[in-house]
């Protein structure tokens, strides 16, 4: 695993960490009814958001091969939802964090945008994908005509 990709990973699991950590100290029935705060109010998820955007925005702007752009989306993408569609207050993070990722596409080849193109539309099909999984569909679409 390169170092970049092992930094990523490493954000996703202190992220699913601290949720994990947040919710064992949760009194019972809090959030329940609108009362206190719930999982889905818990800090570590903008925190996680934001920490993605900047680790991501500091590769981009390192020279990255179409191949580590493609291993850090392949991850983001499809490994970490995939690991974590369970954990429901988490999942709807991992899909929303994908709008972090649209100045990685354009470092991808056509070869390597083609296949994450369609492992992302067999995991997404059409009738479940959420507004910035469209953009990111049709960003890969364009990368595979790219030259």
């Not at 470092?107 to 390597?112: E, F, I, R, V």
């Not at 479940?128 to 595979?144: G, N």
Request: proline share 5%.
């Amino acid at each position: 695993m390169n170092v970049m990709l092992k930094e990523v990973v490493r954000l996703y699991e202190a992220y699913l960490d601290e949720f994990h950590r947040l919710e064992q100290n949760r009194k019972p029935m809090e959030g329940v009814f609108g009362m206190g705060t719930g999982p889905k109010d818990y800090p570590c998820h903008e925190k996680f958001a934001q920490d993605l955007d900047q680790l991501l925005e500091s590769l981009t702007a390192q020279a990255i091969t179409p191949e580590q752009a493609g291993n850090l989306l392949r991850y983001i993408y499809c490994t970490a939802p995939v690991l974590w569609e369970s954990e429901t207050s988490v999942y709807w993070m991992l899909l929303a964090v994908h709008g972090s990722t649209m100045g990685l596409i354009k470092h991808l080849d056509a070869s390597t945008a083609k296949a994450l193109y369609e492992e992302y539309r067999h995991l997404y099909p059409r009738y479940i994908r959420l507004p910035i999984q469209k953009k990111i569909f049709t960003a890969l679409q364009r990368r595979c005509m790219a030259v």
